[in-house]
């Protein structure tokens, strides 16, 4: 038999979520009939698998040893088991308490894994828990920490990570309600001189990792909005405020109105990114999650509440906003950046 004793991290989900991350290479049907059997109880009796589980809950599984190691893998993405001050991670922290991590990401590193053997934010995360003692190899039987909004690989800036339960739970109802405001800084091929929102709708093409905007309205609705910090004949840097957060959105979204962000092969100007690439030695789309503001809240995350958070812009982003001739509003636009 084996006990588990429900903690906060553990808190607030569904039983029949638990068990299959705790035993996540059993069929379900095995855990239904397990539960039905009385084979597995929550505190003392019979469940069906739809309670919520409370902290303080016990949950016992009278299977045997081989089974449960049998139906269980690990996959704790440990990087390495240093303390926490020997571990850094290899990115600034911008802010940090029990239950979010802000993480300033650097372009080139994924969000989450895309093959088996990758390592992402949630990696470094993982080992940096451990690393302080935050966590244990066998607290990711049960919970391990998340992204709660992912940047493309080459996209920098803020990512917010849960460390706890309640803190991935509290971010993605806020991503879902859209109230936490998320604004972007890129350059783009254009002269704009207004602030504009534009509207359109997205469809994806997964065998691509491509999508495209249309006005049919098929596909997701998007919204986007933004404002021209500074700009010149032939290209402009924008701060933008990503009002839904679709896929490639704010690439996709600008290229279709005629504003491709410099250094995006993808949905960009190869011709004219070369000219950047070669003055600048630009490596990737100029892109960046720049801020977030948290709404108003109450209980779970309302040390962040009502707060502001920026991401430092990348010394590659910097030198190009600093040495091009801009026309128009770059004393501004770097009281901003700086």
């Not at 569904?14 to 084979?39: I, Q, T, V």
């Not at 800084?185 to 905007?213: F, H, P, T, W």
């Not at 290209?235 to 490639?248: D, E, N, Q, R, W």
Request: net charge positive; with cysteine; aromatic share 8%.
């Amino acid at each position: 038999m084996r006990e588990i004793i429900i903690r906060q991290n553990e808190a607030g989900q569904r039983l029949d979520k638990l068990l299959k991350k705790y035993l996540n290479e059993a069929p379900a049907g095995f855990l239904y009939k397990m539960l039905r059997k009385k084979n597995i109880v929550l505190n003392g009796k019979k469940a069906s698998g739809n309670e919520k589980l409370a902290e303080g809950d016990s949950l016992c599984l009278y299977l045997a040893e081989e089974t449960i190691r049998k139906f269980s893998s690990q996959a704790t993405g440990i990087l390495c088991q240093a303390d926490g001050e020997n571990n850094p991670l290899p990115m600034e922290i911008i802010y940090e308490d029990s239950d979010l991590l802000l993480l300033n990401k650097p372009s080139g590193m994924l969000s989450q894994k895309a093959e088996k053997d990758d390592i992402s934010v949630v990696e470094h995360v993982i080992s940096y828990m451990l690393a302080k003692k935050e966590l244990t190899a066998e607290d990711l039987r049960i919970f391990k920490p998340a992204v709660c909004n992912r940047l493309d690989r080459n996209t920098s800036g803020i990512i917010i990570a849960g460390k706890s339960l309640r803190g991935s739970q509290t971010m993605g109802r806020l991503l879902k309600e859209r109230t936490l405001q998320k604004y972007y800084l890129c350059m783009v091929k254009g002269k704009i001189e207004r602030q504009r929102r534009i509207r359109g709708y997205l469809e994806k093409d997964s065998r691509q990792n491509a999508v495209k905007i249309t006005d049919s309205g098929k596909g997701s609705p998007i919204e986007t909005e933004y404002i021209p910090l500074a700009f010149h004949d032939t290209a402009t840097l924008l701060k933008v405020h990503l009002i839904t957060g679709k896929t490639h959105q704010i690439r996709a979204h600008l290229a279709s109105v005629g504003n491709p962000l410099i250094g995006d092969y993808k949905y960009g100007d190869r011709s004219f990114n070369e000219v950047y690439k070669k003055q600048f030695q630009i490596t990737s789309q100029l892109l960046h999650a720049y801020q977030v503001t948290f709404p108003g809240m109450e209980g779970a995350c309302q040390a962040v509440s009502g707060k502001t958070f920026t991401a430092k812009v990348p010394g590659e982003f910097w030198k190009l906003v600093k040495e091009t001739a801009w026309q128009h509003g770059i004393q501004e636009a770097l009281e901003v950046l700086h």
